[in-house]
Structure formats: structure tokens, C-alpha cells
Nanobody, 123 residues
Framework: QVHLVESGGGLVQAGGSLRLSCGASIGTSSLYNMGWFRQAPGKEREFVATITWSGDSIAYLDSVKGRFTISRDNAKNTMSLQMNSLKAEDTAVYYC????????????????WGQGTQVTVSS
């Protein structure tokens, strides 16, 4: 069974930065495409970023482009999301995902999910 565990969430002021990490119980090279989703209070879960196995193709939600950077280190079985210039509207629970056979922004494409980590941005 695959386990994904997020860390690095917390409370930060608007304009600040946080780095989320995702550790996997199996080699991330076996997780194919990985990604991050988020769910704000009262809203549906939405795609944030995705990265292919080799890291050669990345996609972002338009509202985070230029502020967030997704990366992965298959040797260390980890994936990260560097979040800069955070805004109040970035407040959400952030989920690590993996196992997508194609690069996709659809939740249904990812069979493996972490439990989520809370990110709160105060304005």
C-alpha cells in the first residue's frame, strides 16, 4: 500500500513563504506523475500543480504561476511545493498526490493521496 505524507504547513503572514514536502512509502519514481491539490473551506478541491516523473513537464493553476514551484527528488522519494508571495486566498488544506499515468489536472487521475496539511495565510 502506498502512503504519502505531507509536511511543512502552518500559519504565515501574507507575502510570506512556506515549503511543503511530500514523502512517499515507495520510490517516487514508481509514482509516475505527482501533484498538489488544495481545498479551501467551503470550496471544492482544486488542482494546484503537477510534475512528470522526470520533472521535464510541469503545470500550475493560473493563480499560483510565478509564485509556486513544484519539484521532486526521486532519489530521496520526495516531492516539494515552494510557495512564495502567499496570499490569503491560498489558505487551504494542501494534498500530495501521485500515481497518475499521464500528466493531468484531474483528481480522478491520481490513485494515491496524502492526508493533507493545513496552510493558513493571514492578511
Amino acid at each position: 500500500q502506498v502512503h504519502l505524507v505531507e509536511s511543512g504547513g502552518g500559519l504565515v503572514q501574507a507575502g510570506g513563504s512556506l515549503r511543503l514536502s511530500c514523502g512517499a512509502s515507495i520510490g517516487t519514481s514508481s509514482l509516475y506523475n505527482m501533484g498538489w491539490f488544495r481545498q479551501a473551506p467551503g470550496k471544492e478541491r482544486e488542482f494546484v500543480a503537477t510534475i512528470t516523473w522526470s520533472g521535464d513537464s510541469i503545470a500550475y493553476l493560473d493563480s499560483v504561476k510565478g509564485r509556486f514551484t513544484i519539484s521532486r527528488d526521486n532519489a530521496k522519494n520526495t516531492m516539494s511545493l515552494q510557495m512564495n508571495s502567499l496570499k490569503a486566498e491560498d489558505t487551504a488544506v494542501y494534498y500530495c498526490t501521485g500515481g497518475a499515468r499521464t500528466r493531468t489536472t484531474r483528481q480522478s487521475g491520481y490513485p494515491y493521496w496524502g492526508q493533507g496539511t493545513q496552510v493558513t495565510v493571514s492578511s
